[in-house]
């Protein structure tokens, strides 16, 4: 067999197909439509015809693969007055399914199949179907945070963003894992994982745990009942841990002294200490405004019993 291309140039382009074509090839999926081109100098007519996977060894028409090459069957292509000829290679209408394989596409210049090219002037351009790829797009269906916590107000962020303050309501989220973390003044930050599944609302709740600190109570004297928060506590001085960070109230009291009420602040992680005076009681004598100390006053009254005693009216006097 003597391969003469007399051909000035085949020229391949192909629509619908997805990926490029070298020179003299073409890389293209089953369905596609190929188009095919090219020149032709000596003949007003192209034939051709395509051999490949499982077709008859000296080739079938293009247009339908039942047309075996040797019985006449080819796929005849005019050339224009310019010597070109064009030619659109349906894959997918063929008059039978092709498999997928490296076909080659014969272009002769007379009706003559591969076992009788001897005396033909003729090209060949070798096609690739593959099976096409199919991809499903599933539609996202967002879904929603509900986030809560105790106590409310605690900041939330999500991701690495800050999103509001509990409680809050997310809505238009895209499936998968999050990362969120709660923080509020004077509580201990709560981090957790939590997924967002299609469609469905998601619901968070995280328990925050308030920062601690050391309260230490003195009383001058010592010896006082302290009562922390309504909470006995003991006897000053008296030492308190774990005590939530914040606002508290003291009441100190001590037999013959003044009961002290005071508030302290308890900061996170540190050690405060609160010193409490006690006070005696003062007494105040009648007609005297200013208080007197007790003393001063049982001398007074004794003073006042003996005037009255020897200045008072006797009887028959």
């Known amino acids: 067999m003597i391969y003469r291309n007399l051909f000035a140039g085949i020229f391949l382009l192909f629509v619908l197909a997805g990926a490029a074509a070298a020179s003299g090839s073409i890389q293209t999926y089953l369905g596609d439509t190929v188009k095919l081109s090219g020149y032709s100098s000596d003949s007003q007519t192209v034939y051709l015809f395509l051999t490949g996977p499982n077709l008859p060894v000296n080739g079938v028409a293009l247009d339908n693969i039942n047309n075996r090459a040797d019985q006449g069957g080819f796929t005849e292509v005019s050339v224009d007055s310019n010597n070109h000829w064009e ?31 001897d005396n033909a002037e003729y090209s060949t351009i070798s096609v690739s179907l593959g099976n096409p790829s199919i991809s499903i797009v599933t539609p996202v269906i967002p879904g929603s945070f509900d986030l809560r916590s105790i106590p409310d107000n605690a900041s939330v ?10 409680p809050l309501t997310l809505s238009g989220l895209d499936p998968g894992t999050y ?29 925050l745990q308030p920062k601690t600190g050391t309260l230490v109570i003195n009383t001058t ?34 037999e013959g002294y003044i009961p002290v009420e005071e508030q302290v602040h308890v900061i996170a992680d540190q050690s405060v200490t609160s010193t409490i005076e006690l006070k005696k009681p003062s007494t105040v004598i009648p007609g005297i405004s200013v208080p007197v100390p007790i003393p001063v006053t049982i001398g007074a009254c004794t003073c006042a019993i003996l005037i009255f005693a020897f200045c008072r009216p006797r009887a028959g006097r």
Do not use: C, M
């Open 157 to 166: 962020v999500i991701n690495g963003d800050y999103k509001g303050s509990t």
């Open 221 to 254: 004297p010592v010896g006082a009942q302290i009562v922390l928060d309504g909470i006995s506590v003991g006897t000053a001085p008296v030492t308190s841990t774990n005590l939530a960070a914040g606002n508290h109230t003291i009441n100190a009291t001590l």
């Open 179 to 207: 990362n969120i973390t709660f923080s509020r003044f004077n509580y201990e930050k709560f981090s957790t994982r939590a997924a967002i599944e299609p469609g469905s609302i998601t619901e968070v709740t995280a328990t």
């Open 87 to 117: 030619y659109d290679w349906g894959t997918n209408s063929l008059g039978g399914r092709l498999d997928s394989g490296t076909y080659t596409v014969w272009v002769v210049d007379s009706p003559s199949d591969l076992s009788h090219l």
